[in-house]
């Protein structure tokens, strides 16, 4: 008999769980388990599933039932119902590309670590006047990158990132070398085409790049 895998404790910090947290849309709920599967295999234990598709609940919670080892989120929370479902469903994060607060209240009573989404230093100012001091800097890329980061680190030390949108492999380790960047979010391991072809392997191999990142 095969020994039963034990979920891992419940986070209370995303940011140190791994370098890379794949952000993944899926069309068809059924791909949900194979593929946190061989994420896991490669080294990342942390997934963001999207409700931007209306299989993102239900993929929430098969993974959260199927795949104890993994640490499954729901990514692109935008409404109060949205974050109480997605938690009902057994999310164990909640990631959003912005946040009111309302939308940031809500997350927060659902009693599970939150990286609301933040592109400009006010924003993240506000968050930090409400304890928050992990975040999701997003768009990435498109809202200065690298260097908006590092110039953020200096005049608020108690801010820390997961950097989200535009980022690939290449990009990665400079994010990763900032003091103020816990880990980055991508969808390099997660390629459309590896999704479509039901490539495991290929996914678990990409995973397995990813997650050298952090060595």
């Not at 299989?55 to 919670?61: K, L, P, Q, S, W």
């Not at 535009?166 to 979010?185: F, K, Q, S, T």
Request: with cysteine; hydrophobic share 50%.
């Amino acid at each position: 008999m095969a020994a039963s895998v034990s979920p891992p404790p419940e986070p209370s910090s995303l940011l140190g769980l791994a370098p890379v947290i794949p952000v993944v849309v899926l069309e068809d709920a059924a791909d949900a388990v194979p593929l946190a599967r061989a994420l896991v295999a490669g080294g990342l234990p942390v997934v963001e599933l999207t409700l931007r598709t209306p299989a993102g609940v239900e993929a929430i919670r098969a993974v959260a039932a199927e795949v104890p080892e993994a640490v499954v989120g729901a990514g692109t929370v935008l409404t109060p119902a949205q974050a109480e479902e997605a938690v009902d469903a057994g999310a164990r994060f909640l990631v959003s590309p912005g946040w009111t607060d309302r939308l940031l209240a809500a997350m927060r009573g659902c009693g599970v670590p939150v990286l609301p989404g933040v592109s400009t230093a006010s924003e993240v100012v506000a968050l930090l006047e409400r304890g928050v001091t992990e975040m999701k800097f997003f768009p990435a890329e498109a809202a200065g990158g690298i260097p908006y980061l590092k110039s953020l680190a200096s005049p608020l030390p108690q801010a820390r990132f997961c950097p989200t949108g535009g980022i690939d492999e290449a990009r990665a380790p400079g994010y990763l070398a900032l003091p103020n960047v816990g880990c980055v979010g991508g969808t390099w391991m997660v390629p459309g085409d590896a999704l479509a072809a039901q490539d495991w392997p290929r996914v678990q191999r990409l995973a397995e790049g990813a997650a050298a990142l952090g060595g």
